[in-house]
């Protein structure tokens, strides 16, 4: 195949990144306890602008949207495009890679078994876990705004992103 071709048909597939984030409802889902809109999202980001927050924040919605069952990570497992799955993994970002490891051990352990079954688990698994990371960025931001967002920010840094391995430090 020639680079192009190959060029031509990974940007068919990355538009699937895009259509997850059109169909995630991530902060607005009722699979966490608390119903979380799409607005606290956007205040958060608003919120903490410029700093590690915002970044986490940021990835947190762009691994839901290739998680989510007709996203990019959805789309790659169901028409089996083990190039994109390549490239995928091949340039998640370090803080995505701290938030979604899930997907680079499938990977290896994929490219010994081609068993895809193993990615589908690891979309399925970092789903459950983006969840959980933003319910908790959700309840410490709604939690410590009464003190102030500096206040909020050097909660959200220590209690979440400092046990990631993501912020070094107690973000003051």
């Keep these: 195949m020639r680079r192009f071709e190959l060029g031509g048909r990974e940007l ?4 699937y990144h895009e259509i997850g984030e059109v169909l995630e409802i991530g902060f607005d889902s009722g699979l966490w306890q608390e119903m ?5 999202w ?9 700093t590690p927050v915002e970044i986490f924040a940021q990835v947190l ?8 069952s007709e996203g990019l990570l959805g789309h790659i497992v169901q028409n089996r495009v083990e190039s994109s799955l390549g490239f995928y993994v091949a340039f998640q970002r ?3 890679r701290a938030v979604f490891p899930e997907i680079r051990e499938a990977f290896f352990r994929f490219r010994q078994t081609d068993d895809w ?18 319910a908790a960025l959700t309840r410490l931001h709604r939690e410590a705004q009464a003190s ?10 220590s209690e979440i992103l400092k046990p990631l391995g993501i912020a070094r430090g107690g973000g003051e």
Excluded: P
């Design 42 to 50: 956007q205040e958060m980001v608003s919120a903490y602008a410029n």
């Design 12 to 15: 068919e597939t990355w538009v």
């Design 36 to 40: 979380v809109s799409a607005y606290v």
């Design 61 to 68: 919605k762009d691994v839901l949207a290739d998680t989510h």
């Design 94 to 96: 370090a803080i995505s």
């Design 148 to 157: 102030g967002t500096d206040r909020a920010r050097v909660r959200i840094i």
């Design 117 to 134: 079954s193993l990615i589908e688990a690891a979309r399925e698994s970092g789903r459950r876990n983006m969840y959980r990371h933003a």
